[in-house]
């Protein structure tokens, strides 16, 4: 396609349950982040994908939280035991790979987003 | 840490006026910055980034943004907003060899017709 797809653009989950939200990458980008956006907290980066490994899960809040990727391209994170605080927007995104070398970063191209309610 | 703060949290102005929004981050090295917008139900749009060179760096609707590194600024400007500017805007930050981008907590900008 021609930008990021994420799906669901909405769910509304109980405490307690799991969930998983998928997000499709631009062809061709081998970078892919996932962000979660707050009230209040502006974008918390979650985890970092190159190709198919997770070099930064740095973000990740809590072991309940788990990502992967296949094939280079479609991610999917994971939430289990969901609580209420997980209640935000999770946002994806991807980009060509970074020159670092060279001091450039590449455009990150956003997702529409999936809007996570825990009831 | 790394870090990228906005002053501001709402900004509410006329059509016409002019518009800076501040920016600054706290990082060592090389680092490269972007503003991204969000429209009202939309999804986040880059506006305008700098990587080198030029400090003055033009965008996407007639927004510009200076990056002044004695600072740690790279505050974003207009010379006369629209209504069609009102939206969320974020500053980004990205260096060293992290793959992330550090955001900013937005600013909210509403322009009255």
């Known amino acids: 396609g021609a930008g990021v797809s994420q799906s669901p653009s909405n769910k509304v989950t109980e405490k307690g349950k799991d969930v998983e939200l998928r997000c499709d990458p631009i062809?061709?980008?081998?970078?892919l982040y996932w962000y979660r956006q707050s009230l209040g907290q502006g974008l918390e980066f979650l985890i970092y994908f190159q190709g198919n490994s997770a070099p930064d899960k740095s973000g990740l809040p809590s072991d309940r939280f788990s990502a992967e990727r296949t094939g280079g391209s479609v991610s999917t994170l994971t939430i289990q035991r969901t609580q209420q605080e997980d209640s935000a927007v999770y946002l994806c995104?991807?980009?060509?790979?970074?020159?670092?070398?060279?001091?450039?970063?590449?455009?990150?191209?956003f997702g529409p987003g999936t809007r996570l309610t825990v009831l | 840490a790394q870090s990228v703060s906005q002053h501001n949290h709402h900004v509410i102005l006329s059509e016409a006026a002019s518009l800076e929004l501040g920016c600054n981050y706290s990082?060592?090295?090389?680092?490269?910055l972007f503003w991204y917008v969000q429209y009202p139900g939309q999804h986040l749009q880059l506006l305008l980034k700098?990587?080198?060179?030029?400090?003055l760096v033009k965008g996407i609707k007639g927004f510009e943004a200076e990056f002044i590194k004695s600072k740690f600024s790279f505050n974003l400007r207009k010379p006369s907003v629209q209504w069609s500017d009102t939206a969320e805007y974020f500053c980004a930050a990205k260096g060293g060899s992290q793959g992330n981008l550090i955001f900013g907590k937005g600013t909210k900008l509403s322009v009255k017709p």
């Open positions: 062809s061709g980008h081998t970078a």
């Open positions: 990082y060592g090295g090389t680092v490269n």
């Open positions: 995104a991807s980009s060509l790979v970074d020159n670092l070398a060279g001091g450039y970063y590449n455009e990150q191209f």
């Open positions: 700098y990587f080198s060179g030029d400090p």
